[in-house]
């Protein structure tokens, strides 16, 4: 299965449609933290199926529990950006 499937049918797990403008800027993450993670060790899971599922998908599987519109999200301390870049990114039209 390739990223782009990944990262789509992961969204549905969670009721989270994921657009394809969407998945353009999660393929920019992605290709940003493999190239930083050559400079600065972020993290050891570098394979793009992993990075979908255990990076992506599994920060998005809070926002199951998170009121979209009526409450802040702070995160901090992320390292390479887990769990806000992901979640930015879906919540950033709402």
Same mark, same amino acid.
């Given at each position: 299965? $390739?990223?782009?499937? /990944?990262? !789509?049918?992961?969204?549905?797990?969670?009721?989270?449609?994921?657009?394809?403008?969407?998945? $353009?800027?999660?393929? /920019?993450? !992605?290709?940003l933290l493999i190239s930083w993670n050559k400079k600065i060790n972020l993290t050891s899971i570098t394979d793009d199926r992993e990075i979908a599922i255990k990076h992506f998908i599994d920060s998005l599987s809070i926002l199951q529990?998170?009121?979209k519109k009526d409450e802040n999200l702070i995160?901090?301390?992320?390292?390479?950006g887990f769990p806000g870049i992901p979640i930015k990114i879906i919540l950033d039209d709402i």
């Open positions: 299965m $390739d990223f782009e499937t /990944i990262i !789509k049918n992961g969204g549905k797990e969670f009721g989270i449609e994921i657009n394809d403008e969407k998945i $353009d800027k999660f393929k /920019i993450y !992605k290709e529990f998170v009121n995160d901090i301390g992320t390292g390479a």
